[in-house]
Structure formats: C-alpha cells, structure tokens
C-alpha cells in the first residue's frame, strides 16, 4: 500500500491497516527491536500518520495483543459453531492456534514479548494482568458451556482446566520462539491426552 493509497482510507480502517502491519512486525522481531518506522513502511503511511492513531510504540503494541486475541476468539467461535458435537468443542482452540500459527499473529507470541518488558513497564503489565484474565475467562466460560452440553465431565474444574489452556498457550510460544523444546508430534498427543481427560473417554 502506498502511502497516497494509505491516505484515503477511512481513520477506522487506517487504524487497523496500521495495527496488521504492527503484528506482523512484532511477531517477526519482538516488541525491542521492531521501531515504529519500521512498522510505518509495513503500514504504508508516516510515521506522523502512525502517532495520530497510537500515541507511542507501547499503545501500538497493546492493540496488536488485543487484537490477536480478537482473532483467535473469533476462530475459535467460528469453529465451535461449525460442529454440534460439544465433546471437540474445547478442541477447537487447537484448531484455532494451526489456523493462526501460520499467519503469525498468535496472542501467545506476543504474551513472551509483553512478559519481558512488564517487569519495567506498569503499564504493560497493568494490560497484561487484565488481558490474561480476560483470555483464562473466556477459556473457562467456552469449557464451562461444553461441560453443560455433555461434552466435558461434569466433575473437571472449568477454572482450573482454563488455566491450564493458558499453560500450554505459553508452552507453544516457548516451542515456536526456541524450536526443539518438544518432538515434532507432542502437541498432537498433548491435544489428544487433553480430549481424553476432559471427557473421561
């Protein structure tokens, strides 16, 4: 897109042509290295352009972490719709993390890189905290739902079992940041392992 192009856009989808641009700069480098031109020539617009939608890096950055998020719920919802069977429901965040994993714009990527900077940053980690819970609720609600349609036994603890969602979530993401933590199958059996015990087959 050229900047003349990125001109006429209307500020909404300019806003979200920029944050697609950030996501893919992010998920290549990480939150230090990438820079705001950098993102501005993925995006293309000016860096002015950039700073009228996201008054500095750190906001850029916590909208591509929401809407990551955005895009794996949406999969997930997606997928779920697809099948009237609730015992795949909670199958289908695996499907969704395949699905997003090529694309490069998994929120568990972003999670490491937000982890290393909260330490020093308030506000990243005031996000993080708020932005965890909403991704543990949403897992514990979607397992929650599956349970009363008979698809997850009924004594597996929602909450504690969303949370263990979250566990592997950040497991994958040392897996594709490391590579060779983990043989090539392990999440086939990790998801298959999971299935069994959620439904007590």
Known sequence: MTPAAAARLPAAERRHAIVEAALAVFSAHSYTRSTTAEIARA???SEPVLYRHFPSKRDLYLACLDESWTLLRTVVETTVAATDDPREWPLAIADAVDALRARKCLPSHLWIQA???AGGDPEIRRHMRSHMRE????????LARAQEAGGVAPDRDADAEAWIV??????RAVEDTLGGVLPPDQFAAIATARRRWLTAE
């Open 43 to 45: 995006a293309g617009v």
């Open 166 to 171: 979250v566990a592997i979530g950040l497991l």
């Open 135 to 142: 991704v543990h609720d949403y897992f514990r609600d979607l």
């Open 115 to 117: 982890l290393s900077e």
